[in-house]
């Protein structure tokens, strides 16, 4: 059985990593990183897969480009429902992109 708390549509873990392997190609990422969600299975076989967006954050926190680009575009998609609290902690995706966008606009030259 598994859990996922994946969106559906443009913001599925699918599409999220094609535009990321797009986006990085344009803008750049952070070396090493690699965009997938996390997984945690238990012994009763159940998986639960966390939504992508968590690994975003990890990235922009590396200074990711490419994830600094897809979590604007997700805030402007207006995509954060008041659920998507509970999945990861919004406070640090806020925080992550803060210190991100500061790094995309200095990558930029701005």
């Known amino acids: 059985m598994e859990i ?3 969106h559906q549509g443009k913001w599925s873990a699918e ?11 344009l803008t750049g990422g952070a070396e090493g990183f690699d965009l997938n969600s996390r997984t945690y ?10 939504n992508i967006m968590d690994a975003v954050v990890d990235g922009v926190r590396l200074g990711d480009n ?5 979590s604007i575009d997700y805030i402007e998609d207006n995509v954060i429902p008041f659920s998507a609290l509970l999945v990861f902690d919004f406070s640090e995706f806020l925080t992550a992109l803060i210190i991100g966008r500061r790094c995309l606009q200095g990558c930029r030259g701005a």
């Not at 599409?15 to 190609?25: G, I, N």
């Open 4 to 6: 996922n708390y994946n």
């Open 15 to 25: 599409a999220v990593k094609r535009r990321y392997s797009d986006l990085r190609v």
């Open 41 to 50: 299975t238990n012994k009763g076989g159940i998986t639960w897969i966390y």
């Open 66 to 70: 490419a994830c600094v680009q897809l």
